[in-house]
């Protein structure tokens, strides 16, 4: 593979490594069910990939990117137009855009986080992320923590309130 093609590759996987979490919090917002987005997600991907070698450097890849993950929301919608359950394509492309107006501030909030999430001592922070994977139970979480489920709820709500504490001060500091 010629080094620039190698180089446009690994250009890729940073751009879309970086957005990928926004992307999909993006499609999440307009899709009712975590399934559905991810399989969205997964159709975005392949378009981005494809055309990539369309896509100018100078221009912001999150955006690019969100627009493609529109198009395939909207194309989603109108596939699954029969089921009474799916939105309105007009609400959709509100949703959207408030979306897209609200990205810069929750990518903020998500970098504290991650800055908050960093600070939360390892073991702590294992039991964190295991609460919250999708293939792990409440239960047997907290019996491998060595606490009852009340008490595993209940630390669980210390944590996420220290989090959400620290989370704002970041952000005060940051607009300080």
Same mark, same amino acid.
């Given at each position: ?36 987005? #991810? ?39 109108? #596939?699954?137009?029969r089921d009474r359950l799916v939105l309105n394509t007009e609400v959709v492309e509100l949703l959207a855009d408030d979306a897209l107006k609200d990205e810069p501030l929750l990518e903020q909030q998500r970098m504290a986080l991650e800055i908050c999430f960093e600070k939360v001592p390892t073991a702590e922070r ?51």
């Amino acid at each position: 593979m010629p080094a620039s093609k190698h180089d446009q590759h690994k250009q890729f996987l940073r751009e879309f490594t970086t957005h990928e979490p926004a992307v999909r919090a993006f499609v999440r917002r307009l899709v009712p069910s975590r399934v559905d987005a #991810d399989d969205i997600l997964q159709e975005v991907s392949i378009v981005l990939w494809e055309k990539f070698q369309d896509f100018d450097a100078n221009k912001d890849f999150k955006a690019w990117a969100c627009g493609i993950a529109r198009f395939k929301v909207l194309s989603w919608l109108r #596939d699954k137009g029969r089921d009474r359950l799916v939105l309105n394509t007009e609400v959709v492309e509100l949703l959207a855009d408030d979306a897209l107006k609200d990205e810069p501030l929750l990518e903020q909030q998500r970098m504290a986080l991650e800055i908050c999430f960093e600070k939360v001592p390892t073991a702590e922070r294992e039991l964190l992320t295991r609460a919250y994977h999708s293939d792990s139970s409440i239960q047997d979480t907290a019996a491998s923590s060595g606490r009852s489920v009340t008490g595993f709820y209940q630390w669980l709500y210390r944590m996420r309130k220290m989090l959400l504490a620290c989370v704002h001060k970041t952000l005060a500091e940051e607009s300080a």
